[in-house]
């Protein structure tokens, strides 16, 4: 497992889990980012990402990026 931070731009990932304290994996969750869930970034820019997950583009910070484990 890494965090989604260190993923490869364009490949496809699977959700392991998603951590944090319990309002960040609520916010987190209501996004679409579930164990089991399939996420691929676009881009990164300065360390925070777009991602595509559930067919749509969501923007994530480094600081969620790092507490999303794929």
């Known amino acids: 497992m890494m965090p989604l931070l260190f993923a490869d731009e364009g490949k496809e990932y699977i959700i392991r889990k998603v951590g944090g304290s319990d309002q960040l994996r609520a916010h987190l969750e209501n ?11 676009v881009t990164a ?8 997950i559930k067919g749509s583009r969501v923007a994530v910070s480094k600081e969620m990026a790092g507490k999303i484990m794929i």
């Open 31 to 41: 996004l679409g980012f579930v164990p089991g869930a399939a996420v691929s970034v």
């Open 45 to 52: 820019n300065g360390g925070n990402l777009i991602v595509n």
